[in-house]
C-alpha cells in the first residue's frame, strides 16, 4: 500500500527551529516532487515548498530564507528544517505528492502539528 | 491567483445533491483545477483534477465542471461519508494556491 507517514512536530519558542519528517513506502519515491502544505488553525491549505526529482528547490515567500526542504531518496524520506520560527508558522504540516505532469497533488499524509508559542 | 469558495458551509441531508463553487481571481491555465475531500485527522483526499476528470477509486457520485474563473463540485446524492471539507486548488500558474474551504455538514 502507497502512504506518507510525516513525523518531527511539536511546540517551539518563537525564533526556533524544528525539523519535519516525511517517510514514503509502496511507491519509487525518487521519481516525483514532493511537497509540504501547511494548514494553520481555522485557515486553509497553503502550499509551502517543493523539491524535484533532481533536487531543485521552491519555495512560497512566506518562508523563504527560513525553511530548507530536503529529500534522500535511499531511505524514501523527505524533510523541511524550518528555521527563524514564528508563530503564524503554527499549522499541521502535510507531506504531499504530486502527479508526475502536473501540480496536483495525488497523495497525501495525515500530517504533523508544530506549534510555535512561548 | 486567489480562489474564492462558496458558500463557506453547506448544511445538507443525506441523499441531496451539494453545488460547490471556486472562483478565481483570474482566469486558470487550461482549467488546471483540481478538488480534495478532508475530513478532520485524516489525509486529504483528491477528488477531481483538470477540473472535471475523477480521480482513481473516485465514485461517479462526484463531478467537476467549469472553465476560466468559475469552477464546480457537484455531488449528486450526498453518502454520510461525503461529509467533509472541500478545497479547491489551481495549479495553473506558480505558486499553486487553494481556495480557502467548503464545509459540508449534515442539516
Known amino acids: 500500500e502507497v502512504h506518507l507517514l510525516e513525523s518531527g512536530g511539536g511546540l517551539i519558542q518563537p525564533g526556533g527551529s524544528l525539523r519535519v519528517s516525511c517517510a514514503a513506502s509502496?511507491?519509487?519515491?525518487?521519481?516525483?516532487?514532493m511537497s509540504w502544505v501547511r494548514q494553520a488553525p481555522g485557515k486553509g491549505l497553503e502550499w509551502v515548498s517543493a523539491v524535484s526529482s533532481s533536487g531543485s528547490t521552491y519555495y512560497a515567500d512566506s518562508v523563504k530564507g527560513r525553511f530548507t526542504i530536503s529529500r534522500d531518496s535511499s531511505d524514501n524520506m523527505l524533510y523541511l528544517q524550518m528555521n527563524s520560527l514564528r508563530a503564524e508558522d503554527t499549522a499541521i504540516y502535510y507531506c504531499a505528492k504530486e502527479d508526475r505532469t502536473y501540480w496536483y497533488f495525488d497523495l497525501w499524509g495525515r500530517g504533523t502539528l508544530v506549534t510555535v508559542s512561548s | 491567483i486567489v480562489l474564492t469558495q462558496s458558500p463557506g458551509t453547506l448544511s445538507l441531508s443525506p441523499g441531496e445533491r451539494a453545488t460547490l463553487s471556486c472562483r478565481a481571481s483570474q482566469s486558470v491555465r487550461s482549467s488546471y483545477v483540481a478538488w480534495y475531500q478532508h475530513k478532520p485527522g485524516q489525509a486529504p483526499r483528491l477528488l477531481i483534477y483538470?477540473?472535471?476528470s475523477r480521480a482513481t477509486g473516485i465514485p461517479d457520485r462526484f463531478s467537476g465542471s467549469g472553465s476560466g474563473t468559475d469552477f464546480t463540485l457537484s455531488i449528486s446524492r450526498l453518502e454520510p461519508e461525503d461529509f467533509a471539507v472541500y478545497y479547491c486548488q489551481q495549479y495553473g500558474s506558480s505558486p499553486q494556491t487553494f481556495g480557502q474551504g467548503t464545509k459540508v455538514e449534515i442539516k
Open positions: 483538470g477540473a472535471s
Open positions: 509502496g511507491l519509487t519515491f525518487s521519481n516525483y516532487v
